[in-house]
């Protein structure tokens, strides 16, 4: 049996009925919002995990891979670690494309364990051809929001972190990055560790930059990587116009990041403690842990003079108005002519 088609609730709605009861055993959302998914997932594992050992009770599998096989293992096993389980069983029309496949996935519907919550996604507008109806189900829309609705989302954040940014920053942001949720929150990730409490559509568009332009963050990672490309990204950068004391903030900033990192686990921390503690979000553990083994503690002693010389300079009235003779670049040579160990 197939389900009808007919007009779905929406994200809103998920968020309404989460409120008032619990969640169902299956659930399928539609529609090409990824980033609202993955919010309404999140929001579902907190609720039926409560923090019970969630790291190996959610498990995410995208089926366009062939992964519905593990899959499958992942939502008709039980746990060692938790009472219950969600499986994400994402673009499942993947699936459905082969009769060995839609033949697994109905095994995986009528057999599914009480302890277990099912999370099926699509991009599609509708209901995938072939997929059975489960009593209970959950079927939700995930429409792209309209670009007001997220100005507005991102004047919000913002400002419960306590920054504040122009209306118009926030519309050129969305002109960037499209009807993206999940691009909008990378971004916003970026700019609430900007360590800036007011940001202009100049500062804005210059933390998170574009295809064409680069950003101040893809440029300090390749100068705290020892990339020389990250010459022709400050040049590009001064070139169009980056406030060049916004851009040796972050590079202090992530000086200050490694050197925390260090020192926490010179005291004896787990690596996950000392990325906690020097402000790395998780997704960037693997790259922030290799930059920091590129940059031991001795060489970020040594940074710091540098970067100090390049603050009094910047903030001096005898800049030279040439871009190649900015005092960044004299602090990004600095770096690369640290001699330093590979591991402090």
């Known amino acids: 049996m197939t ?138 829309q995930f429409w792209p929001p309209f670009e007001k609705d997220l100005s507005g989302y991102i004047v919000r954040t913002l400002k419960a972190e306590g920054i504040s940014i122009d209306a118009g920053a926030a519309r050129s942001l969305v002109d960037l990055l499209g009807r993206n949720v999940r691009a909008v929150d990378g971004a916003l990730e970026k700019l609430r560790n900007s360590g800036l409490d007011r940001l202009t559509e100049e500062t804005a568009l210059s933390l998170i930059g574009g295809e064409k332009e680069g950003s101040v963050f893809e440029f300090v990672d390749a100068l705290f990587c020892g990339d020389r490309s990250s010459f022709a990204r400050l040049k590009n950068l001064i070139e169009n116009n980056c406030p060049e004391l916004l851009i040796l903030n972050q590079i202090s900033r992530r000086a200050d990041s490694i050197e925390r990192f260090h020192m926490a686990v010179r005291s004896g921390e787990t690596e996950e403690e000392a990325l906690r503690k020097a402000s790395v979000p998780p997704r960037s553990g693997e790259a922030f842990v290799e930059m920091a083994r590129l940059n031991p503690i001795t060489k970020i002693k040594r940074i710091y003079p540098l970067i100090g010389a390049a603050d009094r300079a910047l903030k001096s009235h005898r800049v030279s108005k040439s871009v190649a003779a900015s005092p960044l670049f004299d602090l990004s040579y600095g770096m690369f002519a640290i001699d330093s160990p590979i591991m402090a």
Not at 115 to 136: C, D, H, I, K
């Open 3 to 140: 389900m009808d088609r007919k007009r779905l609730p929406v994200a809103r709605d998920l968020y309404a009925e989460l409120a008032k009861k619990s969640p169902a055993r299956v659930y399928l959302f539609l529609g090409e919002d990824e980033g609202e998914k993955d919010k309404a997932v999140r929001r579902i594992a907190d609720i039926v995990l409560k923090g019970d050992g969630a790291e190996h009770a959610l498990g995410r599998f995208h089926c366009e891979t062939g992964e519905l096989m593990q899959a499958a293992d992942f939502a008709l096993s039980r746990s060692m670690f938790s009472n219950a389980r969600v499986c994400v069983m994402l673009n499942i029309d993947s699936a459905l494309a082969s009769a060995s496949g839609a033949a697994l996935l109905g095994e995986v519907l009528e057999s599914l364990p009480d302890s277990t919550t099912l999370v099926m996604t699509s991009r599609a507008n509708r209901p995938p051809a072939g997929l059975q109806a489960v009593s209970g189900m959950g079927v939700f």
